[in-house]
């Protein structure tokens, strides 16, 4: 298995607060990713990292911040987190785009009540 | 821009018995497939992906694949499933470089395996 680690795993937190998820990998990739996965929507984008700071959005970054300091850590927050953020995030890495393969963390389940 | 259509949401079969889940893209420059499965509770894990060559993938756990242009589909297929299998399975496409390299995934496919 890739070295990839999530961290919380599981979080419950209250709306209007900050929360950050944070995604580590020993694996030296340049790209780092992190997505949300919803009932009948599968996975989407939030940002994506291809290198020290280095980062975009993706398909639904709204309400999402992220950083990358250090190669292996990858930070997703939300500044004040609402309901309709609750969701299961997952981090991946990957050595490019395209043809390469992505290699996903275990996830965090994230509640906001 | 692409998209992925995954045309089932769920798939029951029985043991030993054969299986497609099928995915179709739109895309309007060339593109890689994948598919990924997701057992409960756990990350995604590649099955398989297309990038170029011969349209037949072979790829984990006896799974196959067919990449087929003129339909835009790639089909995801195994002549008898265990239970083992129950999981949830993504199609997924990129295109060659930039931006556009990022995956965009199907909404899955969730396959469950009954004895």
């Known amino acids: 298995d890739a070295g990839i680690t999530q961290s919380p795993r599981h979080k419950v937190t209250e709306t209007g607060t900050p929360v950050t998820l944070r995604c580590h990998q020993t694996?030296?990739?340049?790209?780092m990713y992190w997505y949300r996965q919803d009932p009948g929507h599968g996975l989407r984008l939030i940002h994506y990292s291809y290198g020290v700071k280095d980062t975009d959005k993706g398909e639904v970054s709204d309400g999402y911040s992220v950083s990358r300091s250090k190669t292996e850590d990858f930070l997703l927050t939300l500044e004040s987190a609402t309901s309709s953020q609750t969701s299961v995030y997952f981090c991946?890495?990957?050595?490019?785009?395209?043809?390469?393969?992505?290699?996903f963390g275990p996830g965090t389940r994230l509640l906001v009540l | 821009a692409q998209s992925v259509t995954q045309l089932d949401s769920q798939v029951p079969v029985f043991e030993e018995a054969p299986v497609e889940l099928r995915c179709n893209y739109s895309s309007s420059v060339s593109v890689y497939l994948f598919w990924y499965v997701q057992y409960p509770n756990q990350g995604l894990q590649l099955l398989l992906k297309?990038?170029?060559?011969?349209?037949l993938v072979k790829g984990i756990n006896g799974f196959e694949a067919e990449f087929n242009k003129s339909q835009t589909s790639f089909h995801l297929r195994k002549p008898s499933v265990h239970i083992s299998d129950t999981a949830e399975y993504f199609c997924?496409?990129?295109?060659?470089?930039?931006?556009?390299?990022?995956?965009?995934f199907g909404k899955g496919t969730k396959l469950s395996v009954k004895p």
């Open positions: 694996e030296n990739h340049r790209y």
């Open positions: 997924a496409v990129a295109s060659y470089g930039g931006s556009q390299g990022n995956l965009i």
């Open positions: 297309y990038l170029s060559g011969s349209t």
């Open positions: 991946a890495i990957s050595d490019g785009q395209g043809q390469e393969t992505q290699y």
